[in-house]
């Protein structure tokens, strides 16, 4: 009944067109020779029907002939729906046209109507799947001849125990029916469908196109709201879910959305995760590996977005992406965040790149800029004619961008001349920048001295600064001012002259001592070698200040050295040191110094500060012990009771060295002994709890303490 039904939807032609059909090959055609022929040079035609083929290569096989489309093709094609030779290709060139990501040709409508009819119940879901990819009548009658077909048989499919094979074809045809008509309304008892289908057959063509096309369009309507409701309520759930995911675990969760093919979710992870960056959360690395995945991504939107958050993770594991997407991309936009990242973790590879963005301008050009210097700082632009690229670019741009590093690039690159001269520049930011640029350039230190000295002479702007090391002129209006070129002449010379002579160069320059000014001395004198250190702090007046210049000094890693029995500077570094905190009234500080000489060091000179210390902080039993070891002699406890004088232990201290040294002192160190003892009789005497001395600089002993003015020859 099927059969009849068919061939009275599609016309006499049928039967003539299936006889029509070559056998073809058997499945058991082949030789023993043929068994294990390699099939991947032959035709897909030949492929598609070779029994050494496997389904894999027919699944190709069979795609490459519906892409192809032309009249061989299509045969072979045809050839597969009507004659199913080798068992099972039926099915796979249905397949093929099934999932063709264009419309599949027209023409093999009528071979899936052929088909459909000799193929067995239960087995032609694909055939019936094919059909849905056309909406023409011819297409729609034979899915409507197996809708139209009598009450099903009782044979059933063995994957749907109890359902009959018939049923399963008509509910697969029906889903087709719907997809060719777009309608989702079409009765479902069979004279209601009968009388739609007469109906549909009466129209012109015209009419049936449009019908399809509007019930097509309104379906596709109803669908895109739905998928789009959906995707709102998948982002709200994302959104929660990411609400409650511990901190720790919450990279994880945006590497999984950003790597998400969905663009709502993938959206939704660069949102979370640029939040998380605002309110200064530490992303994991699996989140920029993710992003990073989306540098090659065919929406600019989405590359510059991905290209910003690398950036802002700073994520340098990720530089070599960087390199190849700023190797392809003409997107300022993705460009200058990567060029950004790269200037941080600069990659040698990356050299072409940056060239290329170097002749851009904008944004961009500044970042190229930027990579283009850690490019250079790392000895990567080693090629002249590379170097001789950038500096002629760099000189011929405005001075509007010439930028901070656009400055450094060119002093590195030999063009100094040029920007000593913009030091008289008439603008101070390009002034002040072509300063802050010499400042690494050892042969413009002394041009930043004159500079800055000439400036102050002049009243305000950069005077005359020449293109010698240190050459000097008139003066001019407009340029850098006195602080400017004063820090930056700080700059070169902690730089460049790590000396006690170069310090006092940098205390000598003009200008207020600034909390600024300070600072930088400080940073000045941390870098100078212990030798050097120790000349400036010998030569600093000021106790508080000479303080300020050693405490840097007095690291771990630095004290260590006092192992070398040679280190004298090291030594007298820190004995300077705790006599200076002694001098600031600071014992507690002092004994912090003492208490970082390594253990395996001779007490030496450093037990009698030691033992003063301790007798000032009333630690006697201490004291003693220090004393013992060190052979200190009672001046230091002396040194010790004078500072505590004034103290309630004062007495106890007193009568202590008394009844340890005794007839040992000398009869200098009896009378004053005896001078602080009377000093010491009016004070009360101590509680069984003495109270310590109050430090009046008293401090962790890394801590910095606020010094007053920095360098021997500072102003006050």
């Given amino acids: 009944m099927a059969a009849a039904a068919a061939a009275i939807a599609l016309g006499a032609g049928r039967a003539s067109a299936v006889q029509a059909v070559p056998a073809g090959p058997g499945p058991g055609s082949a030789t023993s020779s043929e068994a294990t022929r390699d099939v991947s040079g032959l035709t897909p035609a030949a492929r598609l029907v070779h029994p050494d083929s496997t389904a894999q290569t027919r699944r190709e096989a069979a795609a490459e002939l519906v892409a192809i489309a032309d009249p061989p093709a299509l045969d072979a094609i045809r050839a597969a729906l009507l004659a199913d030779r080798p068992a099972g290709v039926r099915t796979l060139a249905a397949r093929a046209i099934a999932e063709s990501p264009g419309p599949p040709p027209a023409v093999l409508a009528r071979s899936l109507a052929q088909a459909l009819e000799r193929t067995p119940e239960g087995a032609r ?28 048989a009782m044979m059933a499919m063995p994957a749907f125990p109890g359902v009959p094979a018939r049923a399963i074809d008509q509910a697969q045809a029906l889903g087709t029916l719907q997809r060719q008509t777009g309608r989702t309304d079409l009765p479902a008892d069979p004279q209601g469908l009968k009388a739609w289908w007469e109906s549909a057959r009466a129209m012109d063509e015209a009419a049936w196109t449009e019908s399809v096309l509007a019930y097509s369009a309104e379906r596709a309507g109803e669908a895109a709201a739905r998928a789009e409701a959906l995707a709102r309520r998948t982002v709200e759930l994302y959104r929660r879910l990411h609400a409650a995911t511990p901190e720790e675990a919450r990279s994880d969760l945006l590497a999984e959305l950003i790597r998400d093919e969905r663009p709502e979710l993938k959206a939704l992870g660069l949102d979370l995760a640029e939040r998380a960056l605002l309110n200064a959360r530490t992303l994991s690395p699996a989140v920029a590996q993710a992003a990073a995945a989306h540098l090659s991504d065919g929406q600019p939107g989405l590359r510059a977005r991905v290209a910003s958050l690398l950036e802002r993770m700073d994520a340098g594991a990720q530089a070599q992406d960087a390199r190849a997407a700023l190797a392809t991309t003409d997107d300022p936009a993705v460009a200058a965040p990567l060029l950004r990242l790269l200037a941080r973790h600069p990659v040698r590879a990356s050299r072409a790149a940056v060239l290329r963005w170097l002749g851009s301008s904008g944004e961009a050009f500044a970042a190229a800029v930027d990579a283009a210097l850690a490019l250079d700082r790392a000895g990567w632009f080693d090629d002249r004619a590379e170097r001789d690229l950038v500096r002629s670019r760099l000189a011929e741009l405005p001075a509007e961008l010439l930028t901070p590093a656009a400055l450094s690039l060119r002093v590195s690159l030999g063009d100094t001349a040029a920007v000593r001269a913009m030091l008289r520049a008439p603008t101070p930011s390009l002034a002040a920048a072509a300063a802050d640029a010499l400042a690494d350039d050892p042969g413009s230190v002394d041009t930043l001295i004159e500079a800055a000295r000439a400036v102050a002479v002049n009243g305000g702007a950069a005077a005359g600064a020449g293109n010698g090391a240190g050459g000097s002129g008139g003066g001019a209006s407009g340029g850098v001012g006195s602080a400017g070129l004063t820090a930056a002449a700080i700059r070169a010379l902690a730089r460049h002259r790590l000396t006690a002579q170069g310090f006092a160069a940098a205390a000598a320059l003009p200008g207020p001592v600034t909390d600024a000014r300070r600072d930088q001395m400080l940073r000045y004198a941390e870098r100078l070698p212990v030798d050097q250190l120790l000349l400036v702090a010998s030569a600093e007046a000021d106790p508080a200040a000479r303080d300020a210049l050693l ?7 630095r004290l260590s050295g006092l192992t070398d029995s040679r280190n004298d500077p090291l030594r007298d570094l820190v004995v300077l040191a705790a006599r200076t905190r002694l001098a600031l009234r600071n014992p507690t500080g002092a004994l912090a110094v003492l208490d970082g000489v390594p253990a395996a060091v001779s007490p030496g000179v450093f037990g009698p500060l030691k033992v003063t210390a301790l007798v000032w902080l009333n630690r006697l039993d201490d004291a003693a012990a220090v004393g013992d070891q060190a052979k200190t002699p009672a001046s230091a406890w002396l040194d010790g009771l004078e500072s505590a004088v004034e103290l309630p232990h004062a007495g106890s201290a007193a009568a202590r060295i008394a009844e340890k040294f005794g007839a040992g002192l000398t009869d200098g160190e009896r009378e004053r002994l005896d001078a602080l003892t009377k000093r010491a009789g009016g004070v009360a005497a101590p509680s069984a709890s003495p109270a310590a001395p109050v430090d ?20 006050r």
Avoid: C, D
Wanted: charged share 15%.
């Fill in 696 to 715: 009046r600089q008293a401090g962790p002993p890394g801590a910095r303490p606020k010094p007053g003015p920095t360098g021997p020859s500072a102003r």
């Fill in 551 to 557: 405490t840097p000094a007095l690291t771990p890693e």
């Fill in 125 to 152: 879901a694909a055939l019936l799947a094919a059909l849905a990819r056309f909406h023409t009548r011819e297409a729609v009658a034979p899915v409507i001849a197996v809708l139209l077909e009598p009450a099903p």
